[in-house]
């Protein structure tokens, strides 16, 4: 049997006052390779430091038997010397060797970072959302070298590819409380879609059962008042000795009748209520006139050149995007996508846009903090849907009717990103840009924004190196490398 290195005990790690984590028993175990999901927020990240020993538990045991290897989330590369196995990895990971770190691309950091991790051996691995900023090409290269790992692996992760293919166990973590499902990310998912279905059947046999007994309950109650009134008739009636046995029995009736019914109200008290799965309304988006396009390709590049100081991101490119495609654009780090989608929302040179495209792009807008209006009355003002659709869009983004009144200011990390998503759907626009908007944000939302991209019916030209994400939403894949930018696949 493999050896326990981690054993949590009645842990509770409260931050401003709140549990963040509520831990009644956990272990971890030698070679586990577990994936760590759940929303933003839920304490994910708390949770790998809580095993990692960088946070100590304000309740509770936590017993650590082996050294982990930790990557966080975000920060920046230090420059410490580097060694021949370090080394070794940056060159398996295609880090340029800098000597600043600090000159790192977004990319090339998290590559770096994770090379002082990787190197640095050790029994087991704890790495917060490594895939993050990596292009396919680093994701796959860090893949393969987790699958070649011999230790204990715990990876937080919203990349469902990655997750399918490292890990074996899935922890989810919920409002600080941690469910073990068995198997990869898909097996996870099965599981959570049998739960509701089970869910979904009980709620059906509830609502069966529970209409069954008020049916009874009402006729009995009807017999009740009909033998009430026999019985009040008949006691306004002289009774002859003849017909006493006969009036006895008529009121035994009438008991019975009463036992009967307090007996069918005891069971509606005591039928368990089993609440119906949560489900996500089915979007349609409303036909705004003002932003019809009728050309077929509104975005097209025509002998484009774009360069960046010296580097050449296109020569003399040619492309069209067609109205209400769901544009894809693929590249390996620093390849210029987001230079692209930068000049094309300036109409930069070599461009022909339509006069009639409207962007709208995705951001964290972090500068809507100091605002007190309440989060439906911020919406409504950026806006021309109707206050229905609006409610319904942020229904789809987790918002209850209790939060649409919450002044925007006091939302959450977690609540302002999805307030991000919303704000780029309801913006009086044909065409989205988001560049990247997968990272940051949980797998629950990421499931959200493929549906809201699928029911959009305008363009949509987006960047993002989670496969899973590209393949369920793009109708267009173009390639960005060499100077090129070349269809490389299309839908039908």
Do not use: C
């Not at 549990?19 to 760590?36: K, S």
């Amino acid at each position: 049997m493999n050896e326990r290195l981690i054993k949590i005990t009645d842990v509770k790690v409260i931050i401003g006052g709140k549990d963040i984590l509520d831990i009644p028993q956990l272990q971890l175990y030698e070679n586990e390779r577990i994936g760590i999901v759940g929303d933003n927020g839920s304490g994910k990240s708390t949770l790998l430091k809580l095993l990692a020993g960088q946070v100590e538990p304000d309740q509770g045991q936590i017993q650590r038997e082996a050294v982990f290897g930790y990557f966080p989330q975000g920060g920046r590369a230090e420059s410490p010397a580097i060694d021949g196995e370090t080394l070794a990895m940056m060159s398996h990971l295609a880090v340029p060797h800098l000597e600043h770190p600090n000159l790192l691309s977004g990319g090339e950091n998290a590559k770096f970072r994770l090379s002082q991790v990787l190197a640095d051996y050790q029994p087991g691995l704890l790495l917060d959302e490594p895939t993050t900023h990596l292009d396919r090409q680093g994701i796959g290269v860090l893949t393969e070298e987790l699958r070649y790992y011999y230790g204990t692996l715990v990876v937080v992760s919203h990349d469902r590819q990655f997750l399918n293919q490292v890990a074996e166990t899935i922890w989810e973590v919920v409002e600080g409380k941690i469910t073990v499902y068995k198997g990869n990310y898909d097996a996870y998912h099965t599981q959570k879609e049998q739960a509701q279905a089970t869910q979904l059947q009980a709620h059906q046999q509830y609502l069966k059962e529970k209409q069954r007994l008020e049916t009874s309950l009402h006729k009995k109650q009807e017999q009740v008042k009909k033998a009430a009134k026999v019985s009040k008739k008949k006691q306004q009636q002289q009774i002859r000795p003849d017909r006493l046995s006969s009036s006895k029995q008529k009121d035994t009736v009438e008991k019975n009748l009463q036992k009967s019914a307090k007996a069918l109200a005891g069971r509606m008290e005591r039928l368990t209520a089993t609440a119906a799965p949560q489900t996500k309304q089915t979007l349609r988006f409303p036909t705004l006139k003002s932003l019809a396009i009728h050309n077929p390709f509104p975005v097209m590049g025509m002998d484009l050149h774009l360069s960046v100081g010296d580097k050449v991101i296109l020569d003399k490119a040619n492309f069209q995007f067609g109205a209400g495609k769901k544009i894809a654009i693929l590249g390996e780090n620093g390849a210029g996508k987001t230079t692209l989608l930068q000049h094309i929302l300036q109409g930069g040179a070599g461009l022909q846009i339509s006069p009639k495209v409207r962007f709208a792009v995705y951001g964290q807008l972090d500068y809507v903090l100091d605002k007190q209006q309440p989060l439906i009355g911020y919406l409504q003002e950026r806006s021309e849907f109707s206050e229905p659709f609006v409610r319904s869009i942020l229904h789809n983004l987790g918002f209850t009717p209790e939060h649409l009144q919450t002044p925007v200011q006091q939302l959450s990390g977690g609540q302002r990103t999805r307030l991000a998503l919303a704000t780029v759907f309801l913006e009086p626009a044909n065409v989205l840009v988001l560049d990247e908007p997968t990272n940051f944000i949980d797998l629950a939302t990421i499931q959200v924004l493929e549906e809201l991209l699928l029911a959009y019916p305008g363009m949509v030209l987006f960047t993002s190196h989670d496969e899973s994400f590209v393949d369920r939403v793009a109708d267009e894949k173009w390639r960005l490398g060499e100077g090129n930018l070349t269809l490389e696949w299309h839908r039908g």
